[in-house]
C-alpha cells in the first residue's frame, strides 16, 4: 500500500493576520492556508483513539517549522524544521505532543508553522499549545496556547509573533502539542506525519498522546502487520482496521489476558486498507482484540 501525496491548490488564499505581541500574551489572528485533494491511504491504530495513514514504521515527527530572530533588522532564521514527504496522517480526539529542539543560540520566536488534516470546518477547533520539557522529558508547564480555526480539507498555519527579545523566548527544547475539540464520530483530524527526522534542529523518534493526567509515548517505528484501534461511540465500540487491501480478515477477541480467542466476526478491508467493523453481537464482551488474516 502506498501513500500517496497531497496536491494542493496553485494559488492559497491566506486569512489576514497580526504578529503576536508576546508568546505568552493575548496572540492575533493567525494565518491559515486550505489544503484540498488530500488523499489517505491506509490507517494504522493506536490505543484506542487514534490511528495514522502509513502501513509501515513511520517517523514520530510532526510536520513543521520553527523561525527565531537573530535581531530586529535581518530576517528570521529557521530554528527547527521537519520537511515534507509522505502524506500520512494522525488522528486522535487526544491531545498530542511533540518534542522540538532549536539549532543555534537565538530563542526569540518569530513565527510557528505546522499542517494539518480535516474533513470537517470548525471555529476554534484546534487548540495549539506550547510546553516547557519537564524533568521526566514529558510536556511539563504551559507556555502558550491559542485556539485555530479548521478548514475542511486540512490547512497549513503559521503564528507570527512580533520581536520581543523578554516576553517571546523559547526555551532550547520544548513540546509543542495540538488537540482537535470535535474529533470524534465522522469527524477526523489530525497531525501530518511525513516520514522525515528534523533537517533543522532535531527531534525524537516518538510523539505523546494525553491520557487523563499523564503524557504516553507513541512510537510508529514498528507498524508491519495489521493495525487494530477502538473508539467509543456512546454505549458502542467500534473497532478500527487496517491491512492490505481488498484483505478478508477476521476479528477475534477474549475476555481476560489468560483467556481464550473467540472469533467475533469478519469483514474485508477496502481499497485502500481500512475497514471500520462493529462487533457481531454486544453480548461478546471482549477486553483484547486481535486481528487474522487467512
Given at each position: 500500500?502506498?501513500?500517496?501525496p497531497?496536491?494542493p491548490?496553485?494559488?492559497?488564499?491566506?486569512?489576514?493576520s497580526?504578529?503576536h505581541n508576546?508568546l505568552?500574551q493575548t496572540?492575533?489572528?493567525d494565518i491559515i492556508?486550505?489544503?484540498k485533494?488530500m488523499?489517505l491511504a491506509?490507517?494504522?491504530?493506536s490505543?484506542s483513539?487514534?490511528?495514522?495513514?502509513?502501513?509501515?514504521?513511520?517517523?514520530a515527527?510532526?510536520?513543521?517549522?520553527?523561525?527565531?530572530?537573530t535581531?530586529p533588522?535581518?530576517p528570521?532564521t529557521v530554528?527547527?524544521?521537519?520537511p515534507?514527504g509522505?502524506?500520512a496522517a494522525?488522528?486522535?480526539?487526544q491531545?498530542?505532543?511533540?518534542?522540538?529542539?532549536l539549532?543555534?543560540?537565538?530563542l526569540t520566536?518569530?513565527?510557528?508553522?505546522f499542517s494539518?488534516?480535516?474533513?470537517?470546518?470548525?471555529?476554534?477547533?484546534l487548540t495549539?499549545?506550547i510546553?516547557d520539557?519537564?524533568?521526566q522529558?514529558t510536556?511539563?508547564?504551559?507556555l502558550?496556547?491559542?485556539?485555530?480555526d479548521?478548514?475542511?480539507?486540512g490547512?497549513a498555519?503559521?503564528?507570527?509573533?512580533?520581536?520581543d527579545p523578554?516576553?517571546?523566548?523559547?526555551?532550547?527544547r520544548f513540546?509543542?502539542?495540538?488537540?482537535?475539540t470535535?474529533?470524534?464520530?465522522?469527524?477526523?483530524?489530525g497531525m501530518f506525519l511525513?516520514?522525515?527526522?528534523a533537517?533543522?534542529?532535531y527531534?525524537?523518534d516518538?510523539?505523546?498522546?494525553?491520557r487523563?493526567?499523564?503524557?504516553?509515548?507513541?512510537?510508529?517505528r514498528?507498524?508491519?502487520?495489521?493495525g487494530?484501534?477502538?473508539?467509543?461511540?456512546?454505549?458502542?465500540?467500534?473497532?478500527?482496521?487496517?491491512?492490505?487491501?481488498?484483505?478478508?480478515?477476521?476479528?477475534?477477541g477474549k475476555?481476560?489476558?489468560?483467556?481464550q480467542?473467540f472469533?467475533?466476526?469478519?469483514?474485508t478491508?477496502?481499497?485502500?486498507g481500512f475497514?471500520?467493523?462493529?462487533p457481531?453481537?454486544?453480548t461478546?464482551?471482549?477486553?483484547?482484540?486481535?486481528?487474522?488474516?487467512?
Amino acid at each position: 500500500m502506498v501513500t500517496r501525496p497531497c496536491n494542493p491548490q496553485s494559488e492559497i488564499p491566506k486569512v489576514a493576520s497580526e504578529p503576536h505581541n508576546a508568546l505568552f500574551q493575548t496572540p492575533g489572528e493567525d494565518i491559515i492556508t486550505p489544503m484540498k485533494h488530500m488523499l489517505l491511504a491506509g490507517v494504522l491504530m493506536s490505543g484506542s483513539t487514534g490511528f495514522c495513514a502509513s502501513t509501515g514504521g513511520v517517523e514520530a515527527n510532526f510536520l513543521g517549522s520553527v523561525s527565531v530572530y537573530t535581531n530586529p533588522l535581518t530576517p528570521p532564521t529557521v530554528a527547527y524544521n521537519v520537511p515534507a514527504g509522505d502524506w500520512a496522517a494522525y488522528y486522535t480526539r487526544q491531545e498530542v505532543a511533540d518534542d522540538v529542539t532549536l539549532s543555534g543560540t537565538d530563542l526569540t520566536v518569530a513565527s510557528i508553522q505546522f499542517s494539518y488534516y480535516a474533513n470537517y470546518a470548525e471555529s476554534g477547533g484546534l487548540t495549539f499549545r506550547i510546553y516547557d520539557r519537564n524533568s521526566q522529558g514529558t510536556p511539563g508547564s504551559l507556555l502558550y496556547t491559542s485556539a485555530i480555526d479548521l478548514l475542511s480539507g486540512g490547512g497549513a498555519v503559521t503564528i507570527p509573533f512580533t520581536y520581543d527579545p523578554v516576553n517571546n523566548i523559547l526555551p532550547q527544547r520544548f513540546f509543542y502539542s495540538f488537540e482537535f475539540t470535535s474529533a470524534h464520530g465522522n469527524n477526523r483530524a489530525g497531525m501530518f506525519l511525513p516520514n522525515r527526522t528534523a533537517d533543522v534542529g532535531y527531534s525524537a523518534d516518538i510523539v505523546y498522546e494525553k491520557r487523563g493526567s499523564r503524557w504516553l509515548p507513541i512510537d510508529f517505528r514498528d507498524r508491519s502487520n495489521p493495525g487494530l484501534g477502538l473508539v467509543r461511540d456512546k454505549d458502542k465500540i467500534i473497532l478500527y482496521v487496517f491491512s492490505t487491501p481488498l484483505t478478508k480478515i477476521r476479528i477475534r477477541g477474549k475476555s481476560s489476558l489468560s483467556g481464550q480467542w473467540f472469533d467475533m466476526g469478519e469483514t474485508t478491508t477496502d481499497a485502500e486498507g481500512f475497514v471500520e467493523f462493529n462487533p457481531i453481537s454486544p453480548t461478546l464482551d471482549a477486553a483484547f482484540y486481535q486481528v487474522v488474516t487467512d
